[in-house]
């Protein structure tokens, strides 16, 4: 049995994988179902400037912010602060990659990893190791257990689907409106959702979010920055069957240009959003919103490569300095850089480890939640 099932796999996969990586042979079993990625629009890649990096070499000893990650959260917090006026230095493990780097290898990517995926870390050399009931089992970067985001100027920005949800309102009661079950940290918010809309919105503005008004429990606000991704085929259907069961419908919230905005194009329909990188740059993230602009800034310093490896603390019990390694051009260095303010946005679990990893006498179990 185990046999067969290994048969049908490689069948599946060859015939419906991308025929730039062997399989599908010219494509014919997308001919079959209808889909070509090349077929509804042409695609004009937008004339965006590279993004500016900076020789480890070259950064200077202090900075009044050093930002560990340059994804989601670090490439906001890096603009904000540098169009603050702050001098911040952010530093990324992974590499800037363009959209044609990011492939559309459809057995490889970070929606579906059988083979690999389609941004760093690179496959050999990056383990880590999971450990269940004494038992130790290492695992590559795009094996399931290995619980990889996309490592790159970006993070998984680069590769998510753009849904830009806020939380309702009665996300921030949870515990008053069901209860704290027995044994459980279940605590509502210490903020509310009026609290957050103002944030809210100047996000949806920055990085440009389309979607309609009227879902069934959303806290008031103003319209969307711009009208709804038109619907795919399935999209009438799916809206059909739900209205009969009497379920409001709405179009989901998308970070993805449904017109040029902040020079860059509208969506072109491609239907390859989860997993890979936008051939257009519509789908908004913070490699062609919120990192260049701190990089225009002047205040803003960008180190690719670097991996982050120790956070140290001062005698006043804050956060002082980052220590990181990079593979330059003449071997192996390693940095240590002061900072008035340090921000780990490095990823669940990469934020986790490099607090772990930050021990010293003070603390010999890492940084991290204190609960004395």
């Given at each position: 049995?185990?046999?067969?099932?290994?048969?049908?796999?490689?069948?599946?996969?060859?015939y419906?994988?991308?025929?730039?990586?062997?399989?599908?042979?010219?494509?014919?079993?997308?001919?079959?179902?209808?889909?070509?990625?090349?077929?509804?629009?042409?695609?004009?890649?937008?004339?965006?400037?590279?993004l500016?990096?900076?020789?480890?070499?070259?950064?200077?000893?202090?900075?009044?912010?050093?930002?560990?990650?340059?994804?989601?959260?670090?490439?906001?917090?890096?603009?904000?602060?540098?169009?603050?006026?702050?001098?911040?230095?952010?530093?990324?493990?992974?590499?800037?990659?363009?959209?044609?780097?990011?492939?559309?290898?459809?057995?490889?990517?970070?929606?579906?990893?059988?083979?690999?995926?389609?941004?760093?870390?690179?496959?050999?050399?990056?383990p880590?190791?999971?450990?269940?009931?004494?038992?130790a089992?290492?695992?590559?970067?795009?094996?399931?257990?290995?619980?990889?985001?996309?490592?790159?100027?970006?993070?998984?920005?680069?590769?998510?689907?753009?849904?830009?949800?806020?939380?309702?309102?009665?996300?921030?009661?949870?515990?008053?409106?069901?209860?704290?079950?027995?044994?459980?940290?279940?605590?509502?918010?210490?903020?509310?959702?009026?609290?957050?809309?103002?944030?809210?919105?100047?996000?949806?503005?920055?990085?440009?979010?389309?979607?309609?008004?009227?879902?069934?429990?959303?806290?008031?606000r103003?319209?969307?920055?711009?009208?709804?991704?038109?619907?795919?085929?399935?999209?009438?259907?799916?809206?059909?069957?739900?209205?009969?069961?009497?379920w409001?419908?709405?179009?989901?919230?998308l970070?993805?240009?449904?017109?040029?905005?902040?020079?860059?194009?509208?969506?072109?329909?491609?239907?390859?959003?989860?997993?890979?990188?936008?051939p257009?740059?519509?789908?908004?993230?913070?490699?062609?919103?919120?990192?260049p602009?701190?990089?225009?800034?002047?205040?803003?310093?960008?180190?690719?490569?670097a991996?982050?490896?120790?956070?140290?603390?001062?005698d006043?019990?804050?956060?002082?300095?980052?220590?990181?390694?990079?593979?330059?051009?003449?071997?192996?260095?390693?940095?240590r850089?002061?900072?008035?303010?340090?921000?780990?946005?490095?990823?669940?679990?990469?934020?986790?480890?490099?607090?772990?990893?930050?021990?010293?006498?003070?603390?010999?179990?890492?940084?991290?939640?204190?609960?004395?």
């Amino acid at each position: 049995i185990l046999f067969l099932h290994q048969v049908i796999a490689i069948v599946t996969q060859s015939y419906y994988g991308d025929p730039e990586n062997g399989g599908n042979r010219d494509g014919r079993s997308w001919d079959r179902i209808g889909f070509r990625p090349d077929a509804k629009r042409p695609v004009v890649e937008p004339d965006l400037p590279p993004l500016r990096v900076t020789d480890p070499r070259e950064i200077d000893p202090h900075y009044e912010v050093v930002v560990v990650g340059a994804g989601a959260g670090g490439g906001v917090v890096a603009c904000m602060l540098a169009e603050g006026g702050r001098r911040v230095l952010l530093l990324e493990r992974g590499e800037t990659l363009t959209a044609k780097q990011v492939s559309t290898d459809h057995l490889r990517n970070h929606r579906l990893s059988l083979y690999g995926h389609n941004t760093g870390p690179p496959l050999e050399g990056h383990p880590r190791v999971l450990e269940n009931r004494g038992a130790a089992r290492v695992m590559r970067p795009f094996e399931h257990g290995y619980h990889n985001n996309a490592m790159t100027v970006g993070g998984g920005t680069r590769v998510y689907e753009g849904q830009a949800w806020r939380f309702a309102p009665q996300d921030f009661h949870m515990a008053s409106i069901y209860g704290v079950p027995e044994g459980s940290s279940l605590a509502d918010w210490p903020i509310d959702y009026e609290t957050l809309a103002p944030f809210y919105e100047l996000a949806e503005n920055e990085i440009g979010v389309s979607g309609a008004l009227g879902h069934s429990h959303a806290g008031p606000r103003s319209d969307y920055p711009m009208p709804p991704v038109e619907p795919d085929f399935d999209g009438p259907v799916l809206r059909a069957a739900a209205e009969k069961l009497g379920w409001n419908v709405r179009a989901v919230p998308l970070a993805i240009n449904t017109e040029p905005r902040h020079g860059r194009p509208a969506c072109v329909a491609m239907g390859t959003c989860c997993g890979f990188a936008c051939p257009t740059e519509a789908r908004g993230n913070t490699a062609n919103t919120m990192i260049p602009r701190a990089l225009a800034t002047g205040n803003c310093q960008l180190v690719t490569g670097a991996q982050a490896s120790r956070i140290e603390v001062g005698d006043d019990g804050r956060a002082r300095a980052v220590h990181f390694f990079h593979e330059a051009v003449d071997g192996a260095i390693e940095k240590r850089i002061e900072a008035d303010m340090v921000v780990v946005s490095a990823g669940a679990i990469e934020t986790a480890r490099l607090l772990l990893l930050s021990r010293d006498e003070r603390h010999p179990d890492g940084l991290g939640n204190r609960f004395d």
